[in-house]
């Protein structure tokens, strides 16, 4: 639904967006101060049946009790964008506590960034108050408002402000976009908006201290450029290979959650590459870069790159993918050299070997991105699966089929052979034992050295009458 608009967005923003990205200039002043700008409903052109309705209730509760609330970021940039948004966030004047005593299925959440959930259904919108810059706060010394490290590093952030401190403490000029239910005009005060025509990134104030406030915004950084093929300005990029091993601070917990939102949300081709180029893959996977930068040769280049493009192809036909399957195609490498070393340095079996490979490979991986035990046990079970699928004889092909674990088996399988891995064409052999009906079947497996067995019955005979 979202095409309808696009001839008159075209019309808006005009011209080759790539020409436009090649031909424009970044300033490389920073955007350290507001101008205020209103984009009027006929020169934004969002139309409001594309506004989400909840959202809408929630600005216009926030408006009748004296706040102000706007719907703002990766919502209204999308929207201009002719996409369509994930979710729709709140911006208010609103303390959070004030607005959670307005909305009936509301919760205050967080510590460190206190925001309000308004529930609707099964749908929640987020609501945050107006920001403000640490320098604005008073001498506060319990530090329960806001609260830095030596580095500069922000580990709480309760400081509220204006809706110009607010937009000043965004940290990108297109997410810094606000929407007003009340007279439907977009509040533009970092010239997002034309950043947003030109298909800029832009970061909001000096980039190196911004990206030492959260280092995380260098991986947001990354895979906005990649989401929205938005070039990314100069003075923004310059810092981030030097500050990237600041990364390695941040929780694991939460990196696992910004390599999702990297790798699996339909851009992971282009998310990787820029990861690459920015030199921000190695915080995330040490020991596959490591790999990486010794053995440039070997096909584990090519297999992260078929299972990202596989990934995007799932989610464009609109299938389910996993972080468990994902995770095992990027480790399988590391895995695999590892598990060698054991059967050579420590004389173990291949099946051992590949568990302990496994422990510890996996042990590695936590401490950069937390893989919860959910995902990291079916890791464990589809490397294991590799060993046992070459093991086609009798029954064992059909057993094999009936494991949970088959299909993202077969799927690393299939990657495997496709990333240059000569595996003497046993992800064909499979294909085709899939496709096939019984009686071939029965001929494949039995070409393989053996036929399938027939199941024996256990049950117990009846013992005979007693006379």
């Not at 104030?205 to 406030?213: H, N, Q, V």
């Not at 496994?358 to 464990?380: C, D, H, L, Y």
């Not at 060993?387 to 990657?415: I, W």
Request: overall charge positive; hydrophobic content about 35%.
């Amino acid at each position: 639904m979202f095409k309808t608009i696009g001839l008159a967005l075209k019309n808006i923003f005009g011209g080759n967006s790539q020409i436009d990205k090649e031909d424009a200039q970044p300033a490389e002043e920073a955007v350290t101060s507001v101008s205020k700008r209103l984009i009027h409903e006929d020169e934004h052109q969002i139309p409001r049946r594309f506004l989400d309705e909840n959202a809408l209730k929630v600005g216009y509760r926030l408006k009748d009790s004296g706040h102000e609330g706007y719907l703002v970021g990766g919502c209204i940039r999308d929207l201009l964008l002719q996409k369509k948004p994930k979710d729709f966030d709140v911006a208010t004047s609103a303390h959070p506590e004030e607005a959670a005593e307005l909305f009936r299925r509301a919760r205050l959440i967080g510590r460190r960034f206190k925001l309000v959930h308004v529930r609707y259904g099964r749908e929640i919108i987020e609501v945050a108050t107006f920001r403000a810059s640490h320098d604005t706060q008073p001498n506060d010394e319990s530090n329960e408002q806001g609260k830095q490290c030596d580095s500069g590093m922000i580990l709480r952030d309760n400081v509220y402000g204006t809706i110009e401190d607010d937009a000043l403490r965004r940290d990108f000029t297109i997410n810094a976009l606000y929407y007003c239910p009340n007279d439907h005009c977009v509040y533009d005060f970092t010239n997002g908006y034309e950043d947003l025509k030109k298909g800029i990134l832009r970061m909001i104030g000096e980039p190196e201290a911004r990206y030492k406030e959260d280092p995380v915004r260098m991986l947001r950084a990354a895979r906005f450029a990649a989401k929205l093929d938005f070039k990314i300005e100069r003075a923004t990029e310059q810092p981030i290979r030097e500050l990237a091993p600041m990364l390695k601070r941040i929780a694991p917990a939460r990196l696992f959650d910004e390599t999702l939102k990297l790798f699996q949300s339909g851009h992971a081709v282009s998310s990787y590459e820029q990861l690459r180029r920015l030199e921000l893959f190695e915080p995330l996977f040490p020991q596959v870069q490591e790999m990486l930068d010794s053995n440039p040769q070997e096909p584990l280049e090519k297999i992260i790159h078929n299972a990202l493009k596989n990934t995007d192809r799932r989610l464009a036909q609109r299938k389910s993918v996993t972080p468990a399957f994902l995770f095992a195609a990027i480790l399988w490498y590391p895995a695999q050299l590892r598990m060698q070393e054991l059967m050579r340095d420590k004389k173990m079996p291949p099946l051992p070997a590949l568990h302990e490979a496994a422990n510890q490979i996996i042990g590695e991986q936590v401490k950069s991105t937390a893989i919860p035990r959910r995902f990291s046990t079916p890791i464990r079970e589809i490397w294991e699966m590799q060993l046992r699928l070459p093991r086609r004889t009798g029954n064992k092909a059909m057993r094999l089929m009936e494991q949970p674990r088959f299909r993202a088996s077969y799927d690393l399988l299939l990657l495997r052979e496709q990333s240059g891995e000569d595996l003497g064409g046993l992800s064909q052999w499979w294909t085709d034992f899939q496709n096939a009906n019984h009686d071939t079947r029965e001929k494949m497996a039995k070409s393989q050295g053996g036929a399938p067995k027939k199941r024996r019955n256990n049950r117990k005979k009846a013992a005979p009458p007693s006379e």
